[in-house]
């Protein structure tokens, strides 16, 4: 006989991680990388809870990648800016 096929659902908070990790390369950098990975750690703990009624790992792991990508580009652009201005304030120093 036929059998009822058991659907799973996404995930939202993997849907939400992967949406502000798409927002924190776009319009919110700080927030919307924050919230991806808060999100998306969050749905990944809910989908293993739940494998049977639950899908959307890929989402979110996409934002997660997203959300730590942008954290990470964060720090580096904020040491190139400090080393930078740093060493040419202590040139400006040395030279005077």
């Not at 993997?14 to 927002?23: F, K, P, R």
């Not at 749905?43 to 739940?50: F, K, N, P, S, Y």
């Amino acid at each position: 006989m036929n059998t009822p096929v058991a659907y799973r659902q996404t995930s939202a908070m993997a849907i939400i991680s992967l949406v502000a990790g798409l927002l924190g390369w776009s319009l919110l950098p700080v927030i919307g990388s924050v919230v991806a990975i808060v999100t998306g750690h969050l749905a990944r703990a809910e989908i293993r809870r739940r494998p049977e009624a639950l899908e959307g790992d890929g989402l979110a792991i996409a934002g997660l990648v997203l959300g730590y990508l942008m954290v990470a580009m964060a720090i580096i652009g904020l040491l190139f800016v400090f080393l930078f201005f740093g060493g040419l304030l202590a040139f400006i120093a040395a030279a005077s």
